[in-house]
């Protein structure tokens, strides 16, 4: 099977500006969630999408939202970025079921806010 | 609410030594347990795993043990390639109204030198 893929890999923004980040998770997987990795604050949450629905989210600003369409690929929006948004975003997929909790993770999209 | 503590890096060690890298965690209920490790420039990827106590996770011969009395779950590698050089992370999984969230420690830099 192939893996979680994430689009854009690299994207360079000014402050103030908006982006979305695209996320496919494995064949047959129906839970996306996404992290926020910085080297201030680490490996940190940001929400879980499953069946469309948002079902648990991070302690992170209204500007951070996400959704996910039909076909269980999300996608995550950052608007009105600021410098400190910055950091290297990973999505991860849940094949639900009795591994529910266990979560693979795609290769992250590095975000550079100028 | 749930936090993992793992053992500040950087590590450096020669190849084939002995390693472990410490991990306690503090969590309500029954977490599962994770190691991931990331590469340079890349995502994090599953090494291992256990849901519950006593249970020994093992990967490319890498070990953990969930122990609950001590609320640990230690790392470790008989003999380290310098391939094995890389961040590792210990995580436990927690669940809320079916949804699960990762909760990380701040990693552990291997060196591996021939």
């Known amino acids: 099977k192939a893996g979680v893929t994430q689009t854009p890999r690299y994207l360079i923004k000014t402050r103030g500006q908006q982006v979305t980040l695209s996320c496919s998770p494995i064949s047959g997987h129906r839970s996306v969630s996404w992290y926020q990795q910085t080297p201030g604050q680490g490996l940190q949450f940001l929400f879980e999408?499953?069946?469309?629905?948002?079902?648990n989210k991070g302690n992170f600003p209204g500007r951070f939202s996400g959704r996910q369409f039909s076909n269980s690929r999300s996608e995550m929006n950052v608007s009105t970025l600021e410098l400190g948004d910055s950091a290297l975003y990973l999505c991860a997929s849940s094949p639900g079921g009795p591994a529910a909790d266990t979560q693979y993770f795609g290769p992250g999209t590095r975000l550079t806010v100028l | 609410g749930n936090s993992v503590t793992q053992m500040e890096g950087p590590v450096t060690l020669s190849e084939e030594a002995f390693l472990t890298i410490n991990c306690t965690y503090t969590?309500?209920?029954?977490?599962?347990l994770f190691w991931y490790v990331q590469y340079p420039g890349e995502g994090l990827q599953l090494l291992l795993k256990?849901?519950?106590?006593?249970d020994k996770g093992s990967n490319k011969g890498f070990e953990a043990t969930y122990r609950k009395e001590t609320t640990s779950f230690h790392l470790e590698k008989g003999s380290v390639q310098v391939s094995d050089s890389a961040v590792y992370f210990c995580a436990l999984s927690a669940s809320g109204a079916g949804s699960y969230q990762l909760t990380f420690g701040k990693g552990t830099k291997l060196s591996v030198i021939p």
């Open positions: 256990a849901t519950k106590a006593d």
């Open positions: 969590a309500t209920g029954y977490p599962s």
């Open positions: 999408y499953f069946s469309e629905t948002q079902r």
